[in-house]
């Protein structure tokens, strides 16, 4: 909330520097890179709040949690999302990045993973073979 009031301080400030008949340059530079420095503050620490709100929501598991609640959680923090891609993908431009991300976004919101929505992240189950024989089985009856 400091920051916030001390940002408003200083466009008001700069609003009445630039309201003179002759404006004194010098003073209205300082104060723009002063509201500049302020607003690189605030995003870091809204980007700090908001990767905490995403942790916790992480830590807020029990063991009723499905794994595709942690999917469905994954999803709140699009920040999160970019910064896995990247470690596992290091190699991808940006823009095959986002398709990469909004592939993923479908499939978690639009996939009705009835397996996922059943096995809870404190189960011992081996998930691939689960899925595997799901389809395999799917297939036979095909």
């Known amino acids: 909330m400091k920051k916030q009031k001390s940002l408003f301080k200083t466009n008001k400030k700069i ?3 630039l309201g003179r008949k002759i404006p004194d340059r010098v003073k209205v530079n300082n ?9 690189d503050e605030l995003d870091n620490l ?12 992480f830590l ?8 595709f609640d942690i999917l469905d959680i994954s999803l709140t923090s699009y920040s999160y999302l970019i910064k896995v891609f990247k470690i596992n993908n ?16 479908k499939f978690v919101r639009e996939t009705r993973f009835t397996i996922l ?8 189950d081996d998930i691939d073979l ?13």
């Not at 104060?31 to 607003?39: E, S």
């Open 46 to 57: 809204y980007l700090e709040y908001e990767n905490n709100l995403f942790l916790e929501s």
């Open 60 to 67: 807020n598991t029990n063991s009723d949690t499905t794994i």
């Open 117 to 124: 929505n059943h096995i809870k992240l404190d189960s011992n």
């Open 130 to 142: 689960i899925i595997i024989d799901k389809y395999n089985f799917l297939l036979y009856l095909l």
């Open 90 to 105: 290091e190699d991808l431009s940006d823009f095959d990045l986002d398709l990469e991300i909004n592939k993923y976004i």
């Open 31 to 39: 104060l723009v890179n002063l509201t500049l420095n302020i607003t």
């Open 15 to 17: 609003k009445r520097l």
